[in-house]
């Protein structure tokens, strides 16, 4: 068993920052990429960020500027600083892992997700 717990979403204003956070336990050994996803109500779930092992970030158009990712390996954590909130921001955040367990399996693993909301 694999668990991702997000936190750090919430409400705020345009122009307003959020940090982000997931943390994954469990059996999971390695990672190979840590990514960050987002769904707005009635659109397609789309990647917003990704670190993945000795690769540099990837950023959607989108957020390029305003949002960084950044991962913790030892203690298997990856951050989304977002900055510069705009409303089309607002959607449920993803926290996404790619990684293996001890005996080698490599799985794919999904946070429950947190809400941000960016409202004036």
């Known amino acids: 068993q694999v668990q991702l717990v997000e936190s750090g979403g919430g409400l705020v204003q345009p122009g307003g920052s959020l940090r982000l956070s997931c943390a994954a336990s469990?059996?999971?050994?390695?990672?190979?990429?840590m990514n960050w996803y987002r769904q707005a109500p009635g659109k397609q779930r789309e990647l917003v960020a990704a670190?993945?092992?000795?690769?540099?970030?990837n950023y959607a158009e989108s957020v390029k500027g305003r949002f960084t990712i950044s991962r913790d390996n030892a203690k298997k954590t990856v951050y989304l600083q977002m900055n510069s909130l705009k409303p089309e921001d607002t959607a449920v955040y993803y926290c996404?892992?790619?990684?293996?367990?001890?005996?080698?399996?490599?799985?794919?693993?999904w946070g429950q997700g947190t809400q941000v909301t960016v409202t004036s």
């Open positions: 670190a993945i092992i000795s690769s540099p970030p």
């Open positions: 996404n892992v790619n990684g293996r367990s001890l005996v080698g399996v490599w799985g794919d693993y």
């Open positions: 469990g059996n999971i050994f390695s990672i190979n990429a």
